[in-house]
């Protein structure tokens, strides 16, 4: 089973893709008789519980539920689960998430077609062996058909969204080199920054402090440190200049500037932290205009 494991995580599937309002069921209002006439009635569209609804498209709620259960069930025996609440919390923001990536892909174009989703029907069922093993699966995932497929789509369009995110961040940009001098304590600190500002040099009092690498940070590009006062600094000092003290969680770094350059090769980690940031950003941004509806109690 890990073969459909694998195929939805490829997907991004941790949430469903909801009916339009033209997907739903509707029933026709029949009038009771009446002696004086009476206009035609209208049909009036079933109501899908919902648990939120993202610029005007549902998520079910009976999807939110059962994406609640799989993720329980993602944990292993004896770790502890996150609270009820948490819980429901991480999976409603999830389901949102995708949802806004989902309409983003329509919204640029990008279809999935009815043949790319038995497409990938058959190449989970290939890969199980049987129809049998495939519903056996979903039943044990708390899918049904319906479900499957639908979370299948969306799983696919927010994927393609989120490639399109990845993209837009370039093989080489700027970046800094530098080094530091690092310590625990303030005084220390305060004790190199004197050393440097009578002569001794930075190179010789980074090895002193740091004899593993000699404070080398390597390159950098902007928002990849995890420290922002530190990458700040890097970017604003000229080469060659070291900093003030800079004091963050774990203790207090004096940096150097090394080199800057306004091209350079990231590496694939940096490339990586950057696509992750591009995406946070972008899910920030999106939200922040969407308009969002959170309708369960």
């Known amino acids: 089973m890990a073969g459909v494991a694998m195929i939805l995580a490829g997907c991004g599937l941790s949430a469903s893709e909801t009916p339009t309002p033209q997907d739903l069921p509707t029933a026709a209002i029949i009038?009771?008789?009446?002696?004086?006439?009476?206009?035609?009635?209208?049909?009036?569209?079933?109501?899908?519980?919902?648990?939120?609804?993202v610029n005007g498209e549902v998520i079910p709620l009976s999807y939110f539920e059962h994406e609640v259960q799989r993720y329980k069930a993602s944990f292993s025996e004896g770790e502890t689960l996150p609270s009820d609440a948490e819980i429901s919390e991480h999976v409603l923001d999830t389901l949102i998430e995708q949802q806004l990536l989902s309409q983003a892909a329509r919204a640029s174009g990008y279809t999935f077609t009815d043949q790319m989703l038995e497409e990938k029907i058959a190449e989970l069922l290939a890969e199980l062996g049987s129809g049998s093993a495939l519903t056996s699966w979903m039943q044990a995932n708390f899918y049904d058909d319906a479900e499957f497929r639908m979370a299948l789509r969306l799983g696919s369009e927010a994927a393609w969204q989120r490639d399109q995110i990845a993209a837009s961040i370039p093989d080489a940009v700027e970046q800094v080199?530098?080094?530091?001098?690092?310590?625990?304590?303030a005084a220390e600190a305060q004790?190199?920054?004197?050393?440097?500002?009578?002569?001794?040099?930075?190179?010789?009092?980074?090895?002193?402090?740091?004899?593993?690498?000699?404070?080398?940070l390597g390159w950098f590009p902007r928002g990849y440190l995890l420290f922002p006062a530190i990458e700040e600094a890097a970017f604003s000092l000229p080469v060659g200049v070291h900093s003030e003290i800079i004091q963050t969680d774990i203790g207090y770094h004096i940096i150097e500037v090394m080199d800057h350059v306004d091209s350079y090769p990231l590496t694939t980690d940096a490339k990586l932290g950057l696509q992750a940031k591009a995406l946070a950003d972008w899910l920030q941004a999106k939200r922040a205009d969407a308009q969002i509806e959170i309708t369960m109690p």
């Open 31 to 53: 009038p009771i008789e009446s002696p004086t006439p009476s206009a035609s009635p209208t049909p009036t569209p079933l109501m899908v519980p919902a648990a939120a609804i």
């Open 191 to 216: 004790y190199a920054l004197n050393s440097l500002n009578s002569g001794v040099s930075f190179d010789e009092l980074a090895w002193r402090y740091s004899p593993d690498t000699g404070g080398e």
């Open 177 to 185: 080199r530098a080094r530091q001098i690092f310590t625990r304590t």
